[in-house]
């Protein structure tokens, strides 16, 4: 248990020991672990930047179909008036038409009956006066049956 | 445990596994020896720790590591943890330093949990007549590595503190006591060159002699335990009181083994840890005091 030529040889291992591990040991392995360090620290940078991404189109893709309601919304409101209008008009247009037709009508039912009470009246009358003439053919007074003929004549 | 050594007492035993194998260098000079058995298990330890990291460094990828170059890669990142914790300057050699006597110390300590004659028994088969395994338990080893660890804090020391040499020199007459104006100066450059010339001193061989003592008292229990059956002959161990005295030293080494295990870990981290301390002092310039 002395000291001796024993310290000055370790003291020399010593010295390559820490020189090696200073040398092929301890930069390699220190710099695989920090690149692996980078890449896990970018893998989730990226990873974050994804989620903030799809989070903001998630938020886009939102806000599109609210105005893609609202604009539906506006076109079957304006759809629908539209419609309105047009059957209001076209309700107006036909009672309109409808009306023309049936005063057209009635005028014409008008003309016609008048036309043809006259023609009946006067067939009639002269009816009237041939078959008098007939029953009465002797004896008339053309004129006191002219004025009874004229009251028959008015009253049909 | 040293049934092959019915002969010779307790004592011869004992003293036989605290004495190194030596080999004279250097005829009759007592200083020109060299313990054969501590040089070759520490060059072997550092061998090995050598070319296991070297050999994990080479596969090394920043891709998905394998099981032995993540194992590798933990104990690089507990030392890398622990030396950015306290050392405060900016090396390259302070980290590599650190892991070096890290695992080294800890592989020599490791020898003290082989078999206690298992190493010293193949020796024989070889023709080698004893030999201690375990260098952390050698003196000349212990003071070796802190005296290197003390020649990087000499030269950081002098090179690092500004002005270079001297301003070394100016910390060992004006720390730890400051004072002002020139009279104050000089009456406290006395003490304070004693302060730190204890402090020097005290440096390596604190750090040494705590891993020394620790070792070399936990290897001397492991002997006293394997002296419990030291003169048994084969028919010994299976006598009544034989059966007893084995399953006990059995059960004592386990123990100690296990306890072991805790001081080996922990004396390795001190001895790194000191000595990433004595560097940070070195790298320190005092210049806000």
């Known amino acids: ?156 | 445990m040293a049934s092959g050594e019915s002969s010779g007492s307790a004592g011869d035993y004992i003293s036989h596994h605290l004495v190194n194998n030596t080999q004279e260098l250097v005829e009759g000079s007592s200083f020109w020896t060299i313990n054969a058995d501590s040089v070759f298990y520490t060059i072997l330890l550092a061998v090995i720790y050598l070319l296991f990291f070297r050999s994990v460094a080479k596969k090394a990828t920043a891709g998905v590591p394998s099981k032995t170059q993540n194992f590798v890669e933990m104990i690089l990142g507990f030392v890398d943890k622990q030396v950015t914790d306290v050392f405060t300057g900016s090396s390259k050699l302070v980290a590599p330093m650190a892991l070096s006597i890290f695992i080294w110390v800890w592989l020599m300590n490791f020898m003290d949990l082989l078999p206690i004659d298992l190493l010293p028994w193949l020796g024989t088969l070889i023709g080698i007549e004893y030999m201690k395994i375990v260098p952390s338990t050698d003196l000349n080893i212990v003071f070796g590595m802190s005296f290197g660890v003390m020649l990087l804090v000499f030269y950081y020391s002098f090179t690092v503190k500004k002005p270079v040499v001297l301003g070394y020199l100016k910390e060992f007459l004006t720390h730890p006591f400051a004072a002002e104006g020139w009279l104050g100066k000089i009456l406290l450059a006395g003490p304070n060159l004693f302060l730190n010339l204890v402090e020097t001193l005290a440096k390596p061989v604190s750090l040494s002699l705590r891993l020394f003592g620790n070792m070399y008292a936990g290897e001397l229990i492991f002997i006293l335990i394997a002296v419990l059956t030291v003169n048994y002959t084969f028919a010994d161990f299976f006598s009544p009181g034989g059966i007893m005295v084995s399953v006990m030293q059995f059960i004592l080494a386990f123990v100690w083994a296990v306890f072991h295990i805790l001081i080996i870990t922990l004396q390795a981290y001190i001895f790194m840890m000191l000595s990433v301390v004595y560097m940070n002092m070195a790298h320190e310039t005092h210049e806000d005091h």
Do not use: C
């Not at chain 1, 989070?55 to 008036?81: H, M, P, S, W």
């Open chain 1, 1 to 156: 248990m002395s000291i001796n030529a024993t310290l000055i040889i370790q003291m020399v291992v010593f010295f390559a020991v820490i020189w090696i591990t200073m040398k092929y040991i301890w930069p390699v392995i220190l710099g695989a672990m920090q690149e692996r360090e980078q890449k896990i620290a970018d893998g989730l940078a990226a990873g974050d930047r994804a989620e903030k991404e799809l989070e903001r189109a998630k938020a886009k893709v939102d806000t599109l179909i609210i105005e893609a309601k609202e604009q539906a919304g506006q076109i079957k409101e304006q759809a629908n008036q539209v419609a309105n209008k047009v059957k209001d008009q076209a309700k107006s247009e036909a009672l309109a038409e409808k009306e023309r037709q049936m005063t057209a009508a009635e005028a014409e039912i008008e003309q016609q009956v008048n036309r043809a009470r006259e023609q009946l009246r006067q067939q009639v009358s002269t009816l009237a006066v041939a078959g008098a003439e007939k029953l009465i053919s002797k004896e008339i007074d053309a004129q006191k049956h002219a004025q009874l003929l004229d009251e028959l004549i008015a009253e049909i």
